[in-house]
C-alpha cells in the first residue's frame, strides 16, 4: 500500500487549506471545536457549495465532481482542522446524498441530488427514538401507507441540524406485521409539512444542535419513500458505514489539540517549558501517537470504498478507536490545564480561548452517537474477527 498523496492531491488540500484560511482572515467565522456537527452556518455551505465541494465524491453524470473518497476525506480533513462550521451540509454530504445515489429513482435523484448540492438541503438523522437506538430495528415511528403517499407518526431523539432542519430522512415501520428487521423503510421529505414539530435539546454543553421531532399524522408523498419499501433496515446499514467512517470521529476537536501543544510549548512550569516535563511530554506523545493511528484507520476506510467494497468493520474499528483519542485528548487537555482548564471563554482567566470544558462534556457523547462503542466492538468481533455472536 502506498501511503503518499498524489501531487494532485497535495494540491487540493492546498487549494481547501488556502479557501479556509482566506475565510478565517476575513472574519466570516472563528474556527471552533465540534464546528462539523454544531456550526450550522448557511452561509458557509453556500460558499462550499460554490466551490462544488458539496458531492465532490458523486458520479460525474449525476453532476457530482466524481472525484474519489480519499479526495473527499482530504477536504473534510481540512475543514475539521481549520474547525469550519461546516454542519448544514455535512449529513447530506456525507450519507443522504449517497443513500438517494444507491437507492434513489432517476426522478429522486434528479430531485434530490442538486439542491443538496447546491447547498440548500440542511437534513436531519432521524434513526434514533426514545426506546430504540442501539437496537434500532425496535423503532415504533410508522408509516402507514396509502393511496397517494404515507402516513407518518411518532417520535425521533437526537435529530441533528436541529433549528436549521429543512429536511429530514428518517426510518418508519412500514409493515407491522413482519419480524422487526424486515418491516422498515427509509424516507427523505420537508420538515415544512403540517404535523412536524421540532423541539429543540439542550446537551450537557448547553448546545441545541440537535432536536427531538414530533411526527403526528404528517402526510408524506409516495416519492418520499427512498428504495424497496419494508427493506430500509438493510439499506440503512450500508449508510451508517459512511456515517461513522469519516475524520470527524478524530478530529472534531482538533482547535483544541493544537492549541493545547501550541501552549504546552509556550507555557513555563518550574522554569522550563511544560512540554519538557517528562510526564506531560509522555502523555502528548501517547496522543500524538493515538491521533497518527486513527487517521491511518480512518484513512483505510476512504481506500476500501475507493476500491469499491462496503468499509464495514473498518469503519467500525475507526469510529470506535477514534472517539477514544478525542476523549483522551479531552480528559488530558483538562489534566495539564488544571483548575484554570475549567474556565470558559467569557472568564478572563481562560486559556486556550475556553475550548476544554465544553470539548471534555461534550466527549462523552463521542461514544454514543453514530453507534456506541461497545456496538462497533459488537460488529467488528462478528463480521471482522469471525466470533460467535
Ligand atoms: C451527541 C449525540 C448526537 C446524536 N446524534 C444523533 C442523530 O443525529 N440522529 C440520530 O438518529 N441519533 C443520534 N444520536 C443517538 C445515538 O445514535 C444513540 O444515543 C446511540 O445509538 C445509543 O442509543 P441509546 O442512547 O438509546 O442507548 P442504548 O441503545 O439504550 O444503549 C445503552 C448502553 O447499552 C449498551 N448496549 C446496548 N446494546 C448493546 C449490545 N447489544 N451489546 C453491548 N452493549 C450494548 C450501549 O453501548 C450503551 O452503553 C445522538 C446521540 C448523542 C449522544
Redesign the pocket.
Known sequence: MDFKFTDAQIAFRKEVADFLQDEISKGLWKPACDAW?QGQDPSFTKRVAAKGWIGLSWPKELGGQGRSAVDRMIMTEEMLRYGAPAACHW?ADRQIGNAVIHYGTDAQKKEWLPIIMRGEAYV?????????????ASIKTKATETEDGFIIDGQ??????AKHMNYIY?VARTDPTQPKHRGISEFLFSTQLPGVTLTPTV?ITGSE??CETFLDQVKVPKSALIGTINKGFYQVVNQLDFERAGLERLMGNYPLYEALIKYCKETKRHGQPLCKDGSVRNKLTQLQVEYEVGRLLTYRVALVIDEGRAPNTEASMAKAYSTAFEQHLAMLAMDILGLYGSLVEESKYEVISGMAPASFL?S????????????L??VFAQRGLGLPA
Open positions: 456537527i449529513f436531519g438523522l432521524g434513526l434514533s427514538e426514545p426506546d430504540a437506538a442501539s437496537d434500532l425521533k431523539v437526537w435529530t441533528s441540524c428518517l446537551d444542535a440537535w461534550a462523552k457523547g463521542y461514544s454514543l452517537q453514530a453507534g456506541t462503542s461497545e456496538i466492538r459488537n
